[in-house]
């Protein structure tokens, strides 16, 4: 029988959510030295995201904050106030988190379509998955053609514990996804300017239906409400898919049989080659594939001590959890397995990796490979696209330091 609103149990538990929730206590990042050091933001925080921790953040525009590398610390899950920020139109007016519990969200292609509204929402149970959060375009600034964005090099990325209520159950309680659909479209709350075709920017975007498997409709971020900043009151999530596909301030969920026709969809985000234009013909940017890098020590560490070092990163598989980590002392030649670091919060979560060694005087490149359950091996080089997305070469992401 399938449920429905009636019925449903008002919480189902996460095995082992409240150890995860809990987890978010750990992220004891390394603010103290790495604030003191890290050079003054060149732009200051926009007000929608003013509770930033300014010192840890690179600010692009008013809709493109990057975490410092230098940033990132010790802990799994990553700050609120260090997450990075990227959003394709302006954030809405903040009185929409005014009363979190009336905001509306219409659900289509199941068969019992309604409008739910998040108080309603909460009444068919809770989840909590440890996600990693990561734009498309992480990794572009380090594309020697300088594609047109934000040049990312790092830190459009952060690994965040998401809660709500899964999306499977939704469509449960509204009887069951419609025959003959293909495909999950979120569709965002964010105001449309005037005098132009909705659909040319309106933030819009289908993946395929197997990712409702572990979908959640999330009204909390890293235990408490979700900001403004990062789509509250409300906001799909697509665990293992790039952040453009996590729809932001949602206000339609469609199962549609086809993708959007939304120009964010048909021709944005798509893996063109390079000087060329995206269209409907090349692949999507969606899934994310196994990825690694060092955060310490790199070049801002200035030069080291000959002796002993900790080489210290992060490491995930998107849709599949990362297996093992090698890290490189000499620029890829040769490669030592590095040990997992800390809880693991599952297969979207990553990893971070140590690996302790003795560095002599001298120059050394650093690099870390990772390698997820299913066998994928990060690859040495970038995939060259227009739009500089998917970047998860292994070289582009190494670091040079220098020993004394």
């Not at 449309?192 to 909705?198: E, H």
């Not at 309106?202 to 999330?218: G, I, T």
Request: aromatic share 6%; net charge positive; charged share 15%.
């Amino acid at each position: 029988m399938k449920p429905d609103l009636a019925s449903l149990p008002r919480r189902h538990l996460l095995a082992g959510s409240a150890s995860a929730l809990a987890a978010a206590g750990l992220a004891t990042f390394a603010r103290g030295a790495a604030a003191q050091t890290a050079a003054a933001a060149p732009k200051p925080l926009p007000p929608f995201a003013g509770w930033k921790d300014a010192a840890s953040m690179i600010v692009h525009s008013g809709t493109t904050i990057e975490t410092r590398r230098s940033a990132f610390g010790n802990g799994v899950i990553t700050p609120a106030d260090q997450l990075y920020i990227r959003n394709n139109l302006p954030a809405p007016d903040a009185a929409i988190v005014a009363d979190r519990n009336a905001w509306e969200v219409s659900i289509a292609g199941v068969k019992n379509p309604r409008t739910l509204t998040l108080a309603e929402l909460k009444t068919l149970g809770v989840e909590s998955v440890a996600m990693v959060l990561q734009c498309s375009g992480n990794g572009r600034g380090f594309f020697p053609s300088k594609p047109s964005g934000t040049p990312w090099q790092v830190g459009a990325a952060g690994c965040v514990m998401w809660s709500g209520v899964p999306l499977r159950w939704v469509a449960e309680a509204l009887g069951g996804v419609a025959d003959g659909m293909k495909f999950i479209t979120g569709t965002g709350g964010e105001k449309l300017p005037a005098g132009v075709d909705p659909k040319s920017v309106v933030v819009e975007r289908s993946v395929p239906l197997a990712a409702m498997a572990d979908a959640l409709l999330a009204w909390e971020m890293n235990g408490a409400p979700l900001p403004l900043a990062h789509g509250g009151p409300l906001r799909l999530i697509v665990p293992g898919y790039t952040g453009v596909n996590s729809i932001k301030y949602v206000k339609q969920l469609a199962f549609t049989a086809q993708e959007t026709d939304a120009r964010i969809m048909s021709h944005g985000y798509r893996l063109s080659p390079p000087g060329g234009k995206g269209d409907p013909s090349q692949p999507s940017v969606q899934e994310m594939g196994v990825k690694s890098w060092i955060n310490t020590p790199t070049a801002e560490s200035g030069t080291l001590k000959a002796g002993l070092v900790q080489v210290l990163g992060v490491a995930f598989g998107g849709l599949n959890p990362v297996a093992k980590v090698e890290v490189s002392l000499d620029g890829g030649k040769s490669w030592s397995v590095a040990r997992f670091v800390g809880p693991d919060l599952g297969r979207y979560a990553w990893r971070q990796f140590a690996l302790a060694t003795k560095l002599p005087a001298g120059s050394f490149v650093l690099a870390s490979r990772a390698t997820d359950s299913a066998g994928n091996v990060q690859p040495e080089q970038r995939f060259e696209n227009a739009g500089g997305y998917n970047n998860n070469s292994w070289a582009d992401h190494a670091v040079k330091v220098t020993v004394a």
